[in-house]
């Protein structure tokens, strides 16, 4: 079955770490995403990606890194210099250009500071 | 600047109750609009996506409307179950652009 897969399902990460969040797709949607949910908030944009080797930041990309290097694959990086890390992260995807079409995502990576 | 509020933040209701849930947009200017349903420490599955040109979409026991002119969209659940209790985010995405904004979600409990 096609889907997104997010690994791993919790995190934990010392001060000073930076740590990598991964993020897969088979559906083969060209546009791909990363958000942060706080609880009570409505999810917020980190980074997107509209094609191979190219993404944009959201509105709160400081803090965080990604690349896209394969269009199956949009990896998110929570750096050191991220200092409220703890949320919860979605990835999702979704087809570039159909207004009828949803955005898919995965389960989450539930992220926590040791 | 798209804002969009959803009212309630929660709900409860006994189970069979026809219920609503609204959202509400700051901007009329949208691509389309989508509800998705969330578990507890899950991801978002999409359940209507309703697109600019469109006034409504149902499936099943569930039926999303959307005006525009207003600003405001309502997701109506029928005959309410155990299993509707999940939290329902509203989400917009602009014309012109690239991002969807979320709702912080209504998160609804349905009593047996």
């Known amino acids: 079955d096609g889907g997104i897969t997010q690994s791993p399902k919790y995190l934990f990460r010392k001060e000073g770490q930076n740590v990598t969040l991964s993020c897969e797709q088979n559906l083969n949607h060209d546009a791909m995403y990363w958000y942060r949910q706080d609880p009570g908030q409505g999810l917020r944009l980190i980074y997107y990606?509209?094609?191979?080797?190219?993404?944009q930041k959201g509105d709160i990309a400081e803090g965080y890194s990604v690349s896209r290097e394969k269009k199956e694959s949009f990896p998110l990086t929570v750096t050191s210099a991220q200092k409220n890390p703890t949320a919860f992260y979605l990835c999702?995807?979704?087809?570039?250009?159909?207004?009828?079409?949803?955005?898919?995502f995965g389960d989450g990576t539930r992220l926590s500071i040791l | 600047k798209q804002e969009v509020t959803q009212i309630p933040a929660a709900l409860s209701v006994p189970e069979g109750e026809n219920l609503v849930l609204n959202c509400s947009f700051t901007d009329s200017a949208i691509y389309n609009l989508q509800w998705f349903r969330q578990d507890p420490g899950k991801g978002l599955t999409s359940l209507l996506l309703?697109?600019?040109?469109?006034r409504e979409q149902t499936s099943g026991r569930l039926n999303a409307s959307l005006d525009k002119s207003s600003g405001r969209s309502t997701l109506y659940i029928a005959a309410s179950q155990p299993g509707d209790s999940a939290t329902y985010l509203c989400?917009?995405?602009?014309?012109?652009?690239?991002?969807?904004?979320f709702g912080a979600g209504t998160r609804l409990f349905v009593k047996a």
């Open positions: 990606s509209q094609i191979v080797n190219d993404f």
């Open positions: 989400a917009v995405r602009r014309t012109g652009g690239f991002k969807t904004i």
């Open positions: 999702a995807s979704s087809i570039l250009h159909n207004s009828n079409q949803p955005q898919h």
């Open positions: 309703i697109q600019s040109s469109q």
